[in-house]
């Protein structure tokens, strides 16, 4: 299993990995967020980010209510994808010399958190209700909203002007 522990053995063990595993990375994320903020050029999207920053911290507040719900203690384990997404993003923004294009950079590493986000905890949603946890599930809904309307204001800055300024 590679990455995963010995001790998953049941949908709840790996439940509990997963809410570990997406703790980690929102933590990550908020330590990613404010290096995008200072290089983006376009004020909506600094804007954005810095939004998206407050809506991580409050993530991180809600993932740790859903450890308790569950009877965890909150606690991280390293995710390695979210770690590959953020050092790629960091690569590609020192690469990126036109502050235009840089910026559309900046929206597309964006938008793979944002993906990345989005099919954790979708995945993570339908094991809560699997395993009678509609509580649960019900806190991570807010999340996956909040993660999907931020790829939606991305995807409609990129599309409106971003992506236009930097061809």
């Not at 049941?10 to 404010?34: G, R």
């Not at 600094?46 to 308790?68: A, C, G, N, P, Y």
């Not at 900046?106 to 946890?133: C, D, F, N």
Request: with cysteine; hydrophobic share 40%; charged share 30%.
């Amino acid at each position: 299993m590679g990455l995963f522990t010995a001790d998953i053995k049941t949908l709840d063990d790996l439940f509990v990995h997963q809410l570990q595993d997406i703790y980690y990375a929102e933590q990550q994320i908020t330590k990613a967020l404010p290096k995008m903020i200072s290089k983006a050029t376009d004020p909506q999207l600094k804007q954005s980010f810095e939004m998206h920053l407050k809506e991580t911290e409050s993530q991180i507040k809600r993932l740790e209510q859903v450890f308790q719900m569950h009877g965890h203690k909150p606690k991280a384990v390293d995710c390695p994808a979210i770690d590959g997404i953020l050092k790629e993003a960091n690569e590609v923004a020192g690469e990126v010399g036109d502050k235009e294009v840089l910026d559309a950079a900046l929206v597309a590493s964006a938008q793979a958190v944002e993906h990345y986000e989005i099919t954790k905890y979708g995945t993570m949603i339908a094991w809560a209700k699997r395993l009678g946890r509609d509580d649960c599930a019900s806190v991570l809904q807010q999340t996956l909203d909040e993660e999907k309307a931020t790829d939606q204001k991305l995807t409609a800055m990129a599309e409106s002007k971003i992506n236009q300024k930097a061809a």
